[in-house]
């Protein structure tokens, strides 16, 4: 995956389902986020009544969003992120405020292409590295600028 004997950056084609992320605008302020907050834990087993153990609502929006003016909400396009469960339709938090390390799910551009993979150092290069199969790493270099770090991700059970 890494065995690169070559000090040329490694041109990788990309698929266009696989960098397109699509912008979801919804200004936060907008969307109703508080909802009743259990300090329990749900059984998959034998059902409990949980009434007694309700506390305050709890405002996902201020929980997923330290920095309000630099987040984003986009749905993801794409399978490249399956294997760090972000599938296609999802939607993601990115905060552009919060320093991308290493480890951590990005949103880059790369060639002005969107896509979003994880950061990962290897041999004194970092690199965006897919989590599915079929999918190749990206060198990180002059034509690739970290974007923002993914802070969240919602799916809709249907």
């Not at 690169?4 to 919804?26: C, E, M, T």
């Not at 896509?115 to 290069?125: I, P």
């Not at 970290?146 to 249907?158: D, E, H």
Request: charged share 25%; with cysteine; proline share 7%.
């Amino acid at each position: 995956m890494f065995s690169r004997n070559s000090d040329q950056p490694v041109v990788v084609p990309l698929q266009r389902r696989d960098v397109a992320l699509r912008l979801h605008d919804v200004p936060f302020a907008l969307v109703p986020c508080e909802v009743p907050f259990f300090l329990v834990h749900t059984q998959a087993g034998f059902p409990s009544p949980a009434q007694d153990d309700m506390q305050e609502p709890i405002d996902l929006g201020a929980w997923l969003v330290e920095h309000p003016a630099a987040s984003y909400i986009m749905r993801v396009d794409g399978r490249s992120m399956s294997g760090a469960g972000i599938n296609d339709g999802d939607l993601i938090v990115v905060n552009r405020a919060k320093k991308p390390k290493t480890g951590a799910i990005v949103v880059a551009l790369v060639h002005g292409d969107r896509t979003l993979k994880r950061l990962r150092y290897v041999d004194g290069r970092h690199w965006l590295v897919p989590e599915a199969e079929g999918f190749a790493d990206i060198l990180v270099d002059e034509h690739v600028e970290i974007w923002g770090t993914v802070v969240g991700v919602a799916r809709k059970m249907v």
